[in-house]
């Protein structure tokens, strides 16, 4: 089975704090993603990777950055935190390619409140 | 601006009635997916239909795609209580990442 971890369920951070999110997984999966879930809003990208050091904006970039150093590993950053990032974040890793569909698989997410 | 949307945003049936959940969406795929959540936590990925493909089952799921009309349903028969969750339809078009839509919060009451 593929397990994608999510290193925190819960954080509560204060406003300006530097926040990092990681997200492992054990599959050997080039492509990893980190999603934002809003309700009324759905799932919106916000940085994917499809290889180590390589790293693409998605459609809300502004506030964050990304690093992979690692195959396994894919963090988000946001380099100070605003009320307005409060929110889920979803990790989420997968191969590239027609045979895979460019199915991907999720985290348990992250629920992030900034005070 | 989402490229799938899911209709209805939220759906209320009885334990052995049907599902039926739809997608549209705005340009051309590669292929439809459909992702379940449960409640606070991540997305699991139910059932993949190709844009050559208009019909798939997985046992108690069937999904059509009609790539004319750009639209997508997903049917959950003999639905049970453990179906409550909420349903993303997620296009893959070419892009790297998966666009996925504002989904459909299912409700099946016992």
């Known amino acids: 089975d593929v397990k994608v971890t999510q290193s925190s369920r819960y954080l509560v951070k204060r406003t300006g704090e530097k926040v990092f999110l990681e997200c492992v997984q054990d599959?050997?999966?080039?492509?990893m993603f980190w999603y934002r879930q809003d309700p009324g809003l759905g799932l919106r990208l916000i940085y994917f990777s499809y290889d180590v050091k390589m790293k693409e904006k998605g459609d809300i970039p502004e506030g964050y950055s990304v690093s992979r150093e690692k195959k396994e590993r894919f963090s988000l950053i946001l380099e100070s935190a605003s009320t307005n990032q409060t929110s889920m974040y979803l990790c989420?890793?997968?191969?590239?390619?027609?045979?895979?569909?460019?199915?991907?698989?999720f985290g348990e997410g992250s629920w992030l409140t900034v005070v | 601006s989402q490229q799938g949307e899911e209709d209805p945003q939220a759906l209320s049936i009885q334990e052995g009635e049907n599902a039926t959940m739809n997608c549209s969406y705005k340009t051309s795929i590669n292929n439809l997916q459909w992702y379940r959540q449960n409640s606070g936590r991540g997305l699991v990925h139910l059932i993949l239909i190709r844009s050559n493909e208009r019909e798939k089952h997985s046992g108690r799921l069937r999904v059509t795609l009609d790539t004319s009309k750009k639209s997508s349903s997903l049917l959950i028969t003999a639905s049970r209580a453990a179906d409550t969750a909420s349903y993303f339809c997620a296009t893959d078009t070419g892009r790297r990442a998966l666009t996925f839509g504002s989904g459909t919060r299912l409700q099946v009451q016992p």
């Open positions: 989420a890793s997968g191969r590239p390619g027609q045979l895979s569909g460019n199915t991907i698989y």
């Open positions: 599959m050997d999966h080039e492509n």
